[in-house]
């Protein structure tokens, strides 16, 4: 039995793209996850915002890095005011 491969741009475009979004999935999936660990690890005074934990999953799933971004942003930045600040004298 004898293989060809054809060395046309389109075939060439076609796999660029499919390891595009494979990465792709594999980063939001990743990203999910780790937002829904999170999420729920959250203490007490600091649980989620506006909405719970599956469905940060499912923003993050389908928005992938800039819901990331947005959860980390309301969840761990100082914008919180739940987050306590860090001590700011040196030991």
Do not use: Q
């Not at 792709?24 to 729920?40: E, G, L």
């Not at 819901?67 to 739940?82: F, G, I, K």
Request: net charge neutral.
């Amino acid at each position: 039995m004898h293989t060809t491969f054809s060395s046309s741009p389109a075939e060439f475009v076609m796999v660029l793209s499919f390891f595009y979004w494979a990465i792709t999935i594999v980063v939001n999936v990743c990203f999910a996850v780790a937002v829904m660990w999170d999420a729920n690890a959250l203490p007490g005074a600091r649980k989620p915002i506006f909405v719970g934990p599956g469905i940060w999953f499912l923003g993050t799933l389908l928005g992938g890095i800039f819901v990331a971004a947005a959860y980390w942003v309301m969840h761990h930045s100082r914008l919180n005011d739940a987050v306590p600040m860090g001590r700011t004298d040196a030991p």
